[in-house]
């Protein structure tokens, strides 16, 4: 298909396609004449996944392209690619240097040692849950493992269906693509279904 | 306590403790002297649970303002408190005037219905949850009942621990600060244990 096409079925400007063909998100389309370039059915679902980083995961286009290296790189197992995808989505939260922020951080290694969990010591997931650890216990709420495992039975059903639904003979880059989605989208979809479940639950205890 | 404690107590320098009170978010301390106000324990619980939704919920001061008239006034329900809550909390999501976006908030607005969950028709979730429905689309993966039902379980499973841990003669105060914890601070805790949960069982499943 010509760009004006791309264009129509991504939802997405000329001048947005050709940017992120400078940037190296999408590959260059095959020369189909000295000034008219082919595209075809990957060029559109690769930007269809840039547009929903972008738009709803609110990625920089700098991480994106990160994330995208490493797909087309081949030699990257797939477990380095999982964590170099889930570095580039960030949130990178800045750890400050104080003793509650330390504490925080160990209590959070401590759980993940304790509950057996293979996490790399550099996954920015830990810095997110120790900024909760320091604020929820500076509100005076304690944290232990009985008040947090209701989370962490919930936070694991989910990711063993995302993960487990992934097919074995799946194309890598359908692989990524299933674990950003469930990254990125699926997890506004448990934010915005827990704060449904929390109205409707309270609806239900007080009443009128 | 003098101001200078209650500075030291809730890491918020004097400064920023003034302009709260100035805002109507804190009130003012008993006259001591001519000079001087005397604060107590529930100005410190106050402030901690402004700067928590500050900082880690990253409320803006009007919300956070909005919030604490509903708590302070006691004519409003628990259940209307508790929307205004929420409301103010947001994200407000742009929802543009596209067929797309409508079809995707009528799948909410009808999934809401076929659980039979009690939500009001503003509840802000709604739109948050239909922005992903237009993204996933989008991106080709399917919106079903199925496909949500993991979802749907965990976010049930994590607001019911939430509200059935709120004691029946809990302080009105205290009910509302627990609803925002949960709703601010424990969905950031289930973010971080979801992204965990995601690596641990990738590592399992895609090994080295």
Same mark, same amino acid.
């Given at each position: 298909?010509?760009?004006?096409? #791309?264009?129509?079925?991504?939802?997405?400007?000329?001048? !947005?396609?050709?940017?992120?063909?400078?940037?190296?998100?999408?590959?260059?389309?095959?020369?189909?004449?000295?000034?008219?370039?082919?595209?075809? %059915? /990957?060029? *559109? %679902?690769?930007? /269809?996944?840039?547009?929903?980083?972008? +738009? =709803?995961?609110?990625?920089?286009?700098?991480?994106?392209?990160?994330?995208?290296?490493? =797909?087309?790189?081949?030699?990257?197992?797939?477990? %380095?690619? &999982?964590? !170099?995808?889930? $570095?580039?989505?960030?949130?990178?939260?800045?750890?400050?240097?104080?003793?509650?922020?330390?504490?925080?951080?160990?209590?959070?290694?401590?759980?993940?040692?304790?509950?057996?969990?293979?996490?790399?010591? +550099?996954?920015?997931?830990? +810095? *997110? *849950?120790?900024?909760?650890?320091?604020?929820?216990?500076?509100?005076? &709420? @304690?944290?232990? #493992?009985? %008040? *947090?495992?209701?989370?962490?039975?919930?936070?694991?059903? =989910?990711?063993?269906?995302?993960?487990?639904?992934?097919?074995?003979?799946? @194309?890598?880059?359908?692989?990524?693509?299933?674990?950003?989605?469930? !990254?990125?989208? $699926?997890?506004?979809?448990? !934010?915005?279904?827990?704060?449904?479940?929390?109205?409707?639950?309270?609806?239900?205890? &007080?009443?009128?």
């Amino acid at each position: 298909m010509q760009i004006s096409e #791309l264009s129509d079925r991504s939802g997405l400007t000329v001048q !947005t396609i050709k940017f992120y063909i400078r940037e190296g998100l999408l590959p260059k389309g095959a020369a189909a004449s000295a000034t008219r370039s082919d595209y075809d %059915e /990957r060029h *559109l %679902e690769r930007l /269809r996944l840039i547009r929903a980083l972008r +738009e =709803v995961g609110d990625i920089p286009v700098a991480s994106i392209k990160k994330i995208i290296a490493s =797909v087309d790189d081949e030699s990257v197992g797939m477990r %380095e690619l &999982f964590g !170099t995808t889930q $570095y580039a989505l960030g949130p990178h939260v800045d750890a400050p240097d104080d003793p509650h922020w330390r504490a925080a951080r160990e209590d959070v290694d401590a759980l993940i040692r304790e509950l057996g969990w293979q996490v790399s010591p +550099e996954a920015p997931a830990r +810095e *997110l *849950l120790a900024q909760t650890f320091v604020a929820l216990r500076r509100l005076g &709420f @304690p944290i232990t #493992l009985v %008040e *947090l495992r209701p989370y962490m039975k919930a936070a694991m059903s =989910v990711a063993e269906h995302e993960i487990g639904g992934i097919a074995d003979d799946a @194309p890598r880059s359908r692989t990524v693509h299933s674990m950003l989605v469930s !990254t990125v989208l $699926y997890e506004q979809v448990l !934010t915005a279904l827990h704060r449904l479940a929390q109205e409707d639950v309270s609806a239900r205890r &007080f009443g009128d």
